[in-house]
């Protein structure tokens, strides 16, 4: 049960006087928000077969209560001033609270300040620039921590027998915790030429988030595995671009194009006082974040390599890998998107595509494929010629599985590993297929972490939209009937078969500094859909 | 005009009413409902208990299928990856911020605490916690101890020397006897003992003397530290297997034995008797007529048949009903007990200590003792124990070591730790393939976020006491 109660007043006030123009508001706001859930679970099974209540529970059933009470209150204030409809200047004023923070400092005063100056009203009418605006602001964002996180509490367990069972939770408390801010500069620059034909918008942003209430891991030696602080602090640069034109339009034809990017560079400044590293997520390999470097680092076991950077291969022909090694940053080195559309008279045809560069995931989908023998790469011949799967001959120590290539019969099977010794000579075997994936490389994270660069094709629409003269004695003004695809074409990616724009491998509870559910497993999930439809649009 | 005046200032009141500079009274909406704000000492004396017999791994402490493979009792079904020492890094933050979290809770709520129980309920809990603890050096070695459990005031615990955990652990549990008061109240919640301190006496002296024999190499090293400590127990130990002290399971599913939960309710099939303990039992009699009575106790002859098979340890054995299964006593039998500390156990230990010149007496008597100990625990008849017993040849160490090991069945770690000071059946050998070390393990690495998240300290362990792998040998092993 999920009830949300709020109240929210505000006035507005607006006028003009001669070239200005002024608006104000003022308002208040509160919000209770009440979560409940019962769960209740059979143990052991039911006695009543068909039956399904948790009154037949073999053993006593397991009852879960949770009940979840917040509220918040705020009140704001905010203004603008416009001159000649080309200057404008617009601020505000916000203090939020929260019952979730500390009881005697339960607030955060946001302000915010942003102006515009559209600067081609100052240019003669031409044929080149039509329109170009300026613009800065300065913004902030409170955020709250969740509740319960300020005092000791005990938390039920199964009981034994008659006998109740209680544990201290495993997060500790924090009775200092309070709320936080996201600090976001931005400037941008807005420019249209040629009656419009083309467009650029570009965005600089420079945005600190400080006190946000964030989860610190720590060593459970300490009794708690983690606990929620305000003591992070991290920084996040970027800029976005976003280009618009139509290159061709005629009476009968148009083609229009957009097409946006954007980076983000997200730092981490502080954690906490004796922590320099923060465990994000943990399935294998870490996400953690580390002072002082960019956050969202995949850490896990690495091939282990000689100083030029040669796989080193132990004297059975296996991989050998160090652990805790760093694999990649999730953060890509740019994202964006592109669209395009046709209309020729009364048809449209339009695409959508998508597109990421650089940034890193770790995907099970092969590991698990070859460790069960089911990928591709656990078939074929190998150089001699030979099934991979045939049995490995030769000599040497560990011919049950393994031989060096020199000393591989011509007949044997097995599948090729390289690299180098332990003193940095080459050497080849060829390696049991069942050894190579289940025993050795399932434990090398490193080979599982892809590269997360990918071009895609979302979407493609065909439209028809109905001559206006069928229209005229009906309620619309438009209709639009059309054919849709979603999901339509994986152009690039590094994984085969693998879409790194759908990963949800660590999905559900896996919201990261309680900001952003960045993904960065692909858990073996299914392929996802592909839709096609038809759709019409209706226009009053 | 005015009408908007008289809004403006309405609204202006309504924000007034909520501001209040720095905050504002919300009541007591953030006292989460969902649980208790004052320490229900009894409930975490029991919660702490329970985690000692709670399945699965890592938390299982008396039921640890992987310290069985250890220790060759079993050998896996279908997927042999388990006997070939797949788990590299062992959690053991599971035990601080649960059981010792929950124990430390406890002493903090009694120390100072004018309650009739107060002393008697901070010695169960010290006891609990020196038993955990123990366990626990026994398999990583060095491991945070003396900086432990105090929550955000140190964020990096460093790792304590084994030799400083066991003098650590003697102290507290040396602490803890002394406040015991047989005519006091005995602690709520204590559902091992179910409050009786006589029995905690000796639950408090058979640790102690256990992990004094575990120091039998570095008893010179620590000046006779290891011989006192054994010989200030040894009086007060459990002597007769009616005394052995067990972990027990209910019948209801979420307190019942958790190889019935994997063999019943979930019908898995991947442990079944190894080659290693079957073929040892067998002895110099038949796979229908094993030479050890207890073998018929501790295992089901092949179904249909009444031959005793095990299975080759470290390999894939797909066909499992082709061989033996630990008796359905144990997994087919929800209530079934784990043995934390056995008498025969104990009179092991007194007859090691009698070859060691550590205390006077016979050492083959107390062998002798200690097989008929474990013949009276398995319930194997008077006849079948005398016969086995008396036409056992006893060679001294090498005897004691082989049916030591055979004794502990089922009692994973404490078998394992034994096997590595003393050894045991010379059959007892490393998988052909290994996928993590290079023999049988000789402890388990520590948890993986571990180098990243108290990396100071970890470095230092590492250093002090060698690579963080399953080979490095403990301090008391070597």
Redesign the interface.
Known sequence: MDTKNEIF???N?SQDFNDFSFSAS???Q?EDRNFEIVLDQT???MTTPGFYSIGTS???P?NF???V???N???FATGTVGYKEMFFLEGSYR?D?S??AR?????VITKALSGSFIFSKLIPQNDILSFGKLRAGYAEAPFFPI??Q?????????P??S????????T?V?PELEGGQRKELEYGIELKFIKNRLGLDFTYFDRKDEKIPSFV?????????G?WSNEGKQSFKGFEIALSGTPIKTDDFSWDISINFATLKRTVDFI????????LS?WGP?L?ERVGEEWGAI?GNAFKRDDKGNKVLGDDGLYEYE??KYLGSILPDFTGGASTSFTYKNFDLAFGFDFQYGGKFYGVSRRYGNYAGLGSETVGNNRLGNPVRNAVSGSGTHA??SVNLTNADATSGGQLTSGVDASGNPQEFLVNPF?LWR?NLR?IHEEYVNDATYIKLRTIRFGYKLPTKFLEKTAFSDINIGVFANNVWLIKSDLKGVDPSELEGRRAGNEINGIKNYEWIENGQLPNARTIGINARFTF | MKK?IT??VL??L??LS??A??????GD????????????S???L??S??AIGRPWTPSGLVMSTAAMLYSQYLANGQYPDES?YVDFNW????Y???P???L??VINVKTGSEALDATNTIAVATLTRAYILHTMTDRWGY??YSE?????E????KFDSQEDVYKGLFNEIDTALGMIDLTAPSPK?D?LLNGNMARWIQFGNTLKAVMALRLSKRDVDLGGLAKTKFNEAIENVITTSNENIKYTY??????DHPLQDRFVDEGRKDWIMSDVIVNYMIGNGSNTAPQDPRLAKYADPVVGTNTFIGAEYGSGNDLVDNFSFITKNIIENGTAPAMIFTAAQMHFSMAEAVELGWMAGSAQDHFKMAIQESMNQWGVDAGAATAFINGYTYNGMQSIAEQKWVALFMQGYESWAEWRRIGGPATIQPP??M?NGTGVPQRQAY?????????VNYDAAVAAQGPDDLDTKLWWAK
């Open positions: 007043g505000v006035l006030y003022t308002g208040v509160i143990v052991g099974g073999k053993d006593r397991n209560n949770l009940k009470n917040t509220e209150k705020a009140w203090m609270y019952s979730t009881k005697d400092l339960n607030s509740p319960y300020l005092s000791q509490t005990y938390t039920p367990r199964n034994y027998g006998s109740g069972t209680s544990t201290v939770p495993d500790g924090n891991t720590i060593p459970g030696s300490t009794g708690i595995t606990y906490a006082e004796d922590v320099d590293v923060n465990i943990s870490q953690q850490y652990r805790n049950a599985y050894v025993n434990n | 908007i809004k403006t609204i202006a309504v924000s909520i501001i500079c720095d905050s504002v009274d919300f909406i953030n006292d989460n409902p969902n649980a208790p704000s004052t320490a229900p009894a409930g975490l029991t919660n208990m329970v070939r959690n053991y933050y599971t601080y911020a649960g010792l979290r929950d430390q809770e491991i945070p432990t459990l105090q929550g955000q140190n964020k990096t615990p919640g559902i209910l019948s209801d599913d979420n307190n052909a393939i996928l948890p993986s976020t571990t180098p990243s998240i108290n990396k």
